[in-house]
């Protein structure tokens, strides 16, 4: 991971750590931390850089993010444009294979979904999606 990444990764960890309560209750904390650790380890697959990223997200923008799974099945800067975008997906896919707990299978892929749609428990949903936008 990119040294921005793992910033960015620690410091969600650490605000979803303080956020959680103490005994979260009676639950384990790892699979929640890991969740917030390695929620945007998809991004990894693309390869791009800060400015192919900025690229991508302009792309989404403009043609919309429907169209990252077509990019993704072409080649060259175009697929890694593709696989950036869903990487939500692809994360989800790596910890699954990785044997991570469920929830943060789940987390990774559904932290870029609206609250409605996860699977999460909308309370720890909610403290990992309020660090992540910090």
Do not use: C, N
């Amino acid at each position: 991971m990119p040294s921005a990444d793992r910033r960015h990764a620690v410091g969600v960890a650490r605000r979803v750590d303080a956020a959680l309560p103490a005994d979260h209750g009676g639950a384990d904390r790892r699979p929640v931390l890991a969740a917030a650790l390695l929620h945007d380890v998809g991004k990894t697959v693309s390869g791009l850089s800060t400015y192919g990223r900025v690229i991508a997200t302009v792309s989404a923008g403009v043609a919309g993010r429907d169209q990252a799974e077509a990019w993704s099945e072409t080649r060259g800067f175009t697929r890694r444009v593709g696989l950036y975008l869903r990487h939500p997906e692809l994360g989800g896919d790596q910890l699954e294979l990785a044997g991570s707990d469920p929830l943060t299978v789940a987390w990774a892929r559904e932290h870029h979904l609206p609250a409605d749609r996860w699977t999460v428990p909308a309370d720890l949903g909610e403290i990992l999606k309020a660090a992540d936008d910090d």
